[in-house]
């Protein structure tokens, strides 16, 4: 685990440092992938775009940050390729997916297709077609005592409890101290939408006021000197915007909560309003059931493929760069019109006893969380020439909350304190309970996503250091018995460098939908896929900007613009164009 | 192969127009005190004035389908072929047993067209609504045709002139009405009308807006004689008719799904078919005839654009489909003219009909005068909300789509043209308000 900080801690590694992350910002480059940030310094010439803010960094080291490297403006090359376009995107594609999920449907309508086909069970999709048809034409003529046959897919386990979802897992942390005008916009609408939760998200059939949990501790930035200057011109828009936060000095912080250690630090950032925590599990059954009484309706199952006209041969081109369809130039106008503009037709759901339904559709709103960059795959995304080649840079990123004891903590008088080296502790509760994580720092100490483990070498390495160092009263943290919920918990009770043997009474993992390119949203259509509206990369701020985000997709699926709050910025169009939309302060 | 099928058809459409013209003055010179003059072909086949009419409609609407649906199966152009033989046969068939028949059998056709190519799980039960409503309304009028020697009625329409009496009229009118009731639809019994248009394909759309509904008009025209020698009073149908119509009418204006507007808009104008109809007036008589047709053009071509818009799209939405003057603008163009016909501008043959209805009325009922001038207003509302919804306002596509080809501009061009030109020609020629 050492050795996989040890890059982290090295001051060569520091330039990479950007807002808690390793360098993240990417370029497209015309051969249809991300490049990292060492390709594209040395690939591109030096463009005219802005650097940005110099970064927050919270690591472990204090140097100063180097400006971030100018990065290269994308140029889509027009340089003649030999490969025929989209053939090796499309052959990747096909390996991933098996081939007989990607019939032509076009030329399977009719009869047979959809003859006396009854929502949620048939297709013909399935391993056994003929076979499970007649169970299920059985299954229709058995009287209700007897036992309906079941169907099993292997394979597939359906957790629709939400156990790896990103909006239960997360840790449901609500702020108003961002860097960006529309993060602070979007966060002040989804406040006041918490706050009238149990009137918005009333129905009469349930039992009880619906409640979300909005407990408002307030927040407490801490920054040192490379920082400080980032946090009081955040501050400064905070301010102009109606939040209600105030700069406190080291003897102002100590003054106010005596259990931090001041130590390194600068300047203070707190919130008084409309800061703390909600419970992300409550608004999001809540949610559901308001929906289900406006006449929603849920279908449980995963999304295993879409149907997309980019799959249609009429969008391919041939060897000579003609379009299969019209005869024209690729490089012609009107081809261009008609081959950009994909859409897509179908979501095929697998459902819980192994079918799989067509569910066709005018408007599809991706808001998958962690998935949304196989989905945006699925949907075609990335499969194209020039501007189709961009997919979303949205992907899984694993997070660890640790749950720690500590009567001699901190106490009521606990914010949610967000440390300069990146670690952040909240309050859970009233019983000296603190729930604790920090953020990787840099791409190579991310965990591994294959599963959910929790790595407690990372805890004790990473979190708990300095952690212990900016609040004391952590060192002698006690756990009230072994009680770990959640996945595969690895207790280390050797750590060589800390005095107290130190256990946790509670841990998990959690997927974390990240946007890499700029650890901000993507809020809108897709500028090609005409019929795909995007609602992705939360990067840890999903539950506080849903609100408004659900908002602006509404207005963008009725008056095809964002009315309320001006959120173009967010757009996809940032991702073609590298106008990144970063965030200085961040969680996670 | 099986477009040489559709030979007969075309070479019979022009046959059949000029009949038309021959129809017509059968037409006008037919007597409405309880006597339909018939131009018997055969025994058992020919053709009265609306008839004429109807049966030129039924060829131009199954053309305007096979040349609209010439992506589908095979089969899909079979059904359409056996389904525009039953309702031409329908028609045609000159015994009232005959009629029936086709009258059911023309059922079969449609709900394998609602189920076969239908988009949506729900057409499940819009097919059992459609199956249920004809089936259950019409069986009456199997009884009163199988007990007709009980009732002194005879087996063909030429009998039936008023030859009919008993105690039980007004249950006997109800036989004979009741299944074309729920056929035209009338309001009360429309409900299965927006579940199948909803549910069934673009062309399924526009053989039931097109000619089915028709069957309704021309059964209801074929047993007035028999109902007016009853004696019972058909006002209760008739009130019916004009105020529901104009209920509807209402609900079309805040109607979101483009072909629930449109299967609504075409309750509200048969109501005022079967106000024409059982006025047994001549001018409300031509009325009804002529707003049969002329709906069967326009009807049918906007659930085509409906049907088009739907394949651009993916919705039938009005929210969501805004801003198509910029993005399909060859086919808005039919668009507005469509909507044009449907809210009765002039010269088109809607706008006739339209005014010998209002006519009609205002002589009969001052109510039901001011309940179709209503009718008349809310027509115009709810198509300029159909037309301004989806061709202005901002669009979610950045750049225009594919109009869709000549064969679209053909059918619509075409239904356009047919209730503008030809039966508005002819109504002009045959029309003697002296």
Redesign the interface.
């Known amino acids: 685990m050492l050795t996989k900080l040890g890059p982290c801690l090295s001051p060569m590694w520091a330039r990479l440092l950007y807002s808690g992350k390793a360098g993240r910002v990417r370029s497209w480059h015309s051969s249809g992938r991300w490049l990292k940030q060492d390709e594209v310094v040395a690939n591109g010439p030096a463009n005219e775009a802005t650097p940005p803010p110099s970064a927050v960094v919270k690591s472990h080291s204090s140097q100063v940050e180097k400006p971030f490297p100018e990065r290269t403006l994308v140029e889509f090359a027009e340089e003649e390729t030999s490969v025929p376009v989209m053939s090796l995107k499309e052959e990747e594609y096909r390996l991933k997916v098996k081939d007989s999920y990607l019939v032509d449907y076009k030329n399977n309508?009719?009869?047979v297709r959809?003859?006396?086909?009854?929502?949620f069970e048939t297709s013909y999709l399935t391993n056994r077609p003929i076979q499970n048809n007649i169970l299920r034409a059985v299954d229709q003529i058995k009287p209700q005592s007897m036992q309906k046959t079941t169907f099993f897919k292997e394979g597939i386990n359906h957790h629709y409890e939400y156990r790896q979802c990103v909006t239960t897992t997360t840790g449901g942390t609500i702020r108003l101290q961002y860097s960006r005008q529309e993060n602070i916009e979007m966060a002040q609408y989804g406040v006041d939408f918490f706050r009238q939760a149990g009137k918005l998200l009333y129905t009469h059939h349930a039992p009880h006021q619906p409640r979300v949990n909005f407990h408002p501790t307030g927040l407490l930035a801490l920054a040192d000197d490379s920082q400080a200057e980032l946090l009081e011109q955040t501050h400064g828009v905070q301010i102009s915007l109606g939040v209600r936060a105030e700069l406190m000095s080291p003897a102002q912080l100590s003054k106010r909560f005596p259990y931090i250690n001041t130590q390194g630090v600068a300047v203070a950032s707190h919130g008084h309003e409309c800061a703390g925590r909600v419970d992300p599990f409550a608004l999001l059954s809540n949610l559901k059931m308001k929906c289900e009484d406006l006449g929603v309706t849920f279908v449980h199952g995963d999304v295993h493929n879409f149907v997309h006209e980019m799959l249609n041969d009429q969008k391919f081109v041939d060897e000579e760069g003609r379009s299969l369809k019209t005869g024209k130039a690729v490089t012609d106008r009107e081809s261009e019109?008609?081959r950009?503009?994909n859409?897509v037709?179908e979501a095929h759901i697998h459902l819980p006893d192994g079918d799989v339904w067509p569910l066709?559709?005018?408007?599809f709103i991706l808001c998958g969380g962690h998935q949304n960059g196989h989905l945006g795959r699925l949907c075609g995304f990335g499969l194209g020439k020039e501007e189709l080649v961009a997919d979303l840079p949205v992907e899984p990123r694993k997070r660890y909350y640790f749950k720690l004891s500590a009567p001699q903590g901190p106490g009521l008088n606990c914010p949610l304190v967000v440390d300069n080296t990146g670690v952040f502790f909240r309050r859970e509760g009233y019983g000296g309970v603190y729930y604790v994580s920090r953020p990787p720092g840099c791409l190579e100490n991310e965990p591994s996503t294959q599963n959910l483990d929790v790595d407690m070498d990372y805890f004790h390495e990473w979190v708990l250091p300095p952690l212990v160092d900016r609040v004391p009263a952590f060192k002698d943290a006690k756990a009230s018995g072994l009680n770990c919920q959640g996945y595969i918990c690895i207790l280390n009770l050797n750590c060589s460098f800390l005095p107290t043997i130190l256990q946790v009474m509670d841990c998990y993992g959690t997927f974390e939908d990240v946007n890499f390119h700029d650890e901000n949203p993507v809020i809108g259509?897709h500028?090609?896929h005409?019929?795909v509206l995007l609602g992705v990369g939360g990067s840890g701020m999903g539950i506080q900007l849903a609100p408004a985000i659900g908002r602006a997709l509404c207005e963008?699926?009725?008056?095809?613009?964002c009315k309320t709050l001006s959120l173009e910025n967010f757009d996809f169009q940032r991702l073609l164009f590298h106008k990144p939309m970063f965030e200085a302060i961040h969680l996670s | 192969m099986f477009e040489l099928l559709t030979l007969p058809a075309i070479f019979s459409h022009p046959i059949c127009m000029g009949a038309s013209l021959v129809g017509g003055y059968f037409f006008e010179l037919s007597e409405f005190s309880g006597e339909h003059l018939w131009v018997l072909s055969s025994v058992f086949t020919g053709l009265d004035g609306p008839g004429f009419f109807m049966l030129s409609l039924n060829k131009c609407i199954f053309l305007g389908i096979i040349f609209s649906g010439s992506s589908e199966s095979r089969a899909y152009s079979i059904i359409v072929f056996i389904l525009s033989l039953i309702v031409g046969g329908c028609f045609q068939v000159h015994s009232v047993v005959g009629f029936y028949v086709f009258f059911e059998t023309s059922l079969l056709p449609m709900m394998v067209l609602i189920l076969g190519w239908g988009y949506q799980p729900e057409r499940l039960g819009a097919s059992k609504y459609l199956l249920a409503y004809t089936v259950f309304f019409s069986f009456p009028f199997l009884i009163y045709i199988l007990t007709g020697s009980v009732f002194g009625g005879g087996l063909s329409f030429s009998d039936w002139r008023g030859n009919a009496s008993g105690v039980w009229g007004g249950l006997l009118a109800w036989f004979l009405l009741s299944g074309f009731a729920v056929k035209i639809p009338v309001f009360g019994l429309h409900l299965w009308l927006p579940k199948a248009h909803v549910e069934a394909s673009s062309g399924g759309s526009m053989v039931l807006a097109g000619v089915l509904l028709k069957l309704g008009g021309i059964g209801f025209w074929r047993v007035m004689p028999e109902v007016e020698g009853l004696g019972v009073s058909v006002d209760l149908l008739s009130s019916l008719a004009i105020w529901g119509g104009l209920s509807v009418s209402i609900i079309c204006v805040v109607q979101c799904d483009l072909k629930l507007l449109i299967a609504y808009s075409s309750v509200s104008h048969m109501s005022l078919v079967v106000w024409g109809l059982l006025s047994l007036s001549l001018l409300g008589s031509q009325g009804g005839v002529l707003m049969m047709a002329a709906h069967g053009f326009s009807s049918s071509g906007l659930f085509y654009q409906a049907g088009l818009i739907y394949s651009k799209s993916g919705s039938r939405s009005l929210l969501l489909n805004q801003g198509l003057l910029s993005v399909i603008p060859g086919l808005i163009f039919y668009w507005f003219f469509l909507n044009c016909l449907s809210m009765g501008t002039p010269p088109s043959s809607n706008f006739l009909s339209e005014i010998e209805i209002l006519t009609s009325s205002s002589v009969l009922s001052g109510s039901a005068w001011g309940a179709v001038l209503a009718m008349a207003f809310f027509s115009v509302v709810y198509s300029m909300v159909a037309y301004t919804m989806t061709s202005q306002g901002r669009s979610s596509s950045q750049g225009r789509m594919e109009s869709g080809g000549s064969s679209c501009s053909l059918v619509l061009g075409f239904h356009i043209l047919c209730s503008v030109l030809l039966i508005g020609l002819f109504s002009g020629v045959k029309l003697n308000l002296g």
């Open positions: 309508q009719g009869l959809y003859m006396f086909k009854k929502p019109i008609e950009v503009h859409r037709t066709a559709a005018g408007r259509p500028p090609y005409t019929n963008y699926l009725t008056e095809h613009e």
